[in-house]
């Protein structure tokens, strides 16, 4: 069997992976020894699984592989972000970005090669939507950030990647089953074990996932909002044409598991001359009554070919001053990784639909 039709173990969610030893005759514990292997000691080889025995590991070696997206380009910010461009089996491409901060290591990862959505301030939503990622291809982002941090085996402290963030290249809800099985997978105590509540979903408002989302998976929900008045949500976000403001606050109303100690994060890239007044200000606060919520003012990282100037930074002060004031924290974001177009709406890849790319999500992946 040659390397490319091997198929990878990493990536698979425990009954996928039950099932596939099942086809090699073998005992139902060897999938939780496999999934430790994989997901806790970060196995790229199967001759290291020292507690499987040497011909069953030469099975695995024969039928499987355990690698993860390769990566196409590395590079790191002055500011100690970075970013991977990642290749897929099949050549597409997608970014992911590690931000390292005091109290924390955040991954940004993508959900689709390309975006299915359009929004105007943001770089992917200039690249069509090529295809969805799988489950194994997000989770594959973790893994080999992983890999790159050397944060083997995956211990609960002194760890580089604390958070992930679902804010990559796409829109997680138009592709909800693979991000969901990726979660479970990233969740997993006995593997990876990232807590639900150190995971973030954001989502430009596709209303009627985002219940869904939180029954499902349950992790923080952040929502792409930009805007106080649909006519303008309208131009920067065109996916509120079809769930305009009203619906979207109200499905945020209602989502499961948000609390003051939870609370749902709104996205507010700062735009000069569009959406950075002091009355915006107050209109948000209005809006946000009755939600649970925090606010994320983030200057506008600026893409080649992009139409917009961020806010200067008085209007930006001016908006976060107004929040604070009626009790929501509004801090304002200080962009990471610009130097190499890491930050907040600066990711594209090259790649492109093609024909072959019309297929669905090809079953390995
Ligand atoms: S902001 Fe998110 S949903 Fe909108 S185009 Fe960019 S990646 Fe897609």
């Not at 920067?236 to 619906?247: S, W």
């Not at 915006?280 to 893409?303: C, D, Q, T």
């Not at 790649?351 to 790319?357: E, G, H, L, N, P």
Request: hydrophobic residues 45%; glycine residues 8%; charged residues 20%.
């Amino acid at each position: 069997m040659t390397v490319d039709s091997k198929k990878s173990l990493a990536g698979l969610g425990r009954a996928e992976l039950a099932a596939e030893l099942a086809l090699l005759g073998a005992e139902p514990f060897r999938a939780r020894q496999l999934w430790h292997w994989i997901y806790h000691r970060g196995a790229t080889d199967f001759a290291a699984m020292s507690s499987l025995a040497r011909g069953f590991r030469e099975v695995l070696a024969a039928r499987y592989t355990l690698d993860r997206p390769s990566i196409a380009a590395a590079q790191t910010s002055r500011d100690g972000t970075r970013k991977w461009l990642l290749r897929l089996a099949d050549g597409h491409e997608v970014e992911t970005v590690h931000i390292p901060e005091e109290d924390r290591g955040t991954l940004c990862v993508s959900s689709q090669v390309g975006c299915t959505l359009t929004c105007r301030f943001c770089h992917t939503g200039t690249q069509r939507l090529v295809r969805n990622l799988g489950a194994a291809e997000i989770v594959g982002q973790v893994m080999l950030a992983r890999d790159a941090l050397g944060e083997w085996p995956s211990s609960k402290d002194e760890r580089e990647l604390t958070n992930i963030v679902l804010m990559g290249m796409g829109e997680p809800l138009y592709n909800f089953d693979n991000v969901a099985a990726a979660m479970k997978i990233v969740m997993d105590p006995e593997g990876l074990a990232i807590s639900r509540r150190k995971i973030t979903l954001s989502t430009a408002g596709v209303v009627p996932m985002i219940a869904r989302c939180g029954a499902e998976i349950g992790v923080n929900l952040a929502i792409s909002l930009h805007a106080v008045r649909d006519d303008v949500r309208d131009v920067l976000v065109p996916l509120n044409k079809k769930y305009p403001l009203a619906a979207l606050l109200e499905a945020c109303r209602n989502y499961p598991g948000s609390s003051n100690a939870r609370r749902i994060t709104f996205e507010y890239v700062m735009l000069k001359g569009v959406n950075d007044s002091p009355a915006e200000a107050r209109e948000l606060v209005r809006l946000l009554k009755g939600i649970p919520a925090k606010v994320n003012l983030i200057p506008f990282n600026p893409w080649p070919g992009a139409p917009y100037e961020c806010a200067s930074d008085a209007a930006i002060a001016a908006f976060s001053d107004i929040v604070f004031a009626a009790g929501y924290s509004a801090p304002v974001r200080t962009p990471r990784g610009r130097d190499i177009l890491a930050a907040c709406g600066q990711l594209k890849s090259a790649s492109v639909k093609s024909r072959a790319s019309r297929l669905p999500v090809p079953a390995a992946l």
